[in-house]
């Protein structure tokens, strides 16, 4: 096998070094470029656009004090969930980001909030909103439940206790 050299003169040398650095630093400013403004360089392949996903929930008037909001669509792997008291999103929060394609939400006080989610990985387009109406029980029917469920309690409490007295007495 056979090397061949090769000679090059100083002032090109000079020339190739000048290129390397110039080289260099455009590496240097793309990556910077693309740490400080990542949604301008994770663009779809071929300049398409992924469509937003479909958000749905499983009621649209809550009473039972949660709710499952779901999403689908999208072949994105961080999704951002974003609530807001208004149709138009003037005063939205982020509610959720990460991989997931569902939430459960509770705790909410009454009135009606709205959501949407986009894909967070390629920064895309917002889903159509969802209006979610929170309607809890009313005091006296929540202490109706309540008091049902202590009598389920204290009749169940009961029979055990009963039947472990017969046990032992027999």
Known sequence: MAVEQMTISGSATRGLHARARVNLAML?????F?????????????????????????TQVATAGFFTLSWYGS?????ELQESA????????????GPDAARVMSGQEEGRYFYRVRDASQAGAWSQPVAV??????????????????????ATASVILIGAARTRNA
């Open 28 to 32: 240097v400013c793309a990556f910077m």
């Open 133 to 154: 109406d929170i309607d809890h029980h009313p005091l006296p029917r929540a202490l109706g439940f309540f008091a049902a469920g202590l009598l389920v309690f204290a």
């Open 86 to 97: 208004s149709r138009g999103f003037r005063t939205a929060v982020t509610i959720y980001e």
């Open 75 to 79: 072949s994105g792997d961080r999704f």
């Open 34 to 58: 693309a740490q400080v403004c990542p949604q301008l360089v994770r663009a779809a392949p071929d300049g398409a656009t992924s469509a937003p996903p479909t958000l749905s929930t499983d």
